[in-house]
Nanobody
Framework: EVQLVESGGGLVQPGGSLRLSCAAS????????MNWVRQTPGKGLEWVSG????????TYVDSVKGRFTISRDNAKNALYMQMNSLKPEDTAVYYC??????????????WGQGTQVTVSS
């Protein structure tokens, strides 16, 4: 059974930091491009960041560049995202999503259940 389980979300003040994790199982994690995608009621789904299967290439949406860092540990079947200098507009449910091949989207083979991030004072 394929599973992607996110953790690390929560309530944080503007300017604060959070580290999201995604534990993967049931598929060949090291063969998949991994992504973080967020969803808000007003904006819908928004791709945030992606990392290639080997972990040596990353990409980000412009709004998070310089603040978020995606990484992965293929030995642990884990995906991470360090989020610094958080802003209220980063408030969303964050999903990890796996895609076989070298593209970062827009369709994904597997999704996690999501973790809520709320940035508010």
């Amino acid at each position: 059974e394929v599973q992607l389980v996110e953790s690390g979300g929560g309530l944080v003040q503007p300017g604060g930091s959070l580290r999201l994790s995604c534990a993967a199982s049931g598929f060949s994690f090291s063969s998949y491009t991994m992504n973080w995608v967020r969803q808000t009621p007003g904006k819908g789904l928004e791709w945030v960041s992606g990392i290639n299967s080997g972990g040596d290439s990353t990409t980000y949406v412009d709004s998070v560049k310089g603040r978020f860092t995606i990484s992965r540990d293929n030995a642990k079947n884990a995906l991470y995202m360090q989020m610094n200098s958080l802003k209220p507009e980063d408030t969303a449910v964050y999903y990890c999503a796996a895609r076989q091949g070298s593209d970062y989207g827009p369709e994904y083979d597997y999704w996690g259940q999501g973790t809520q991030v709320t940035v508010s004072s």
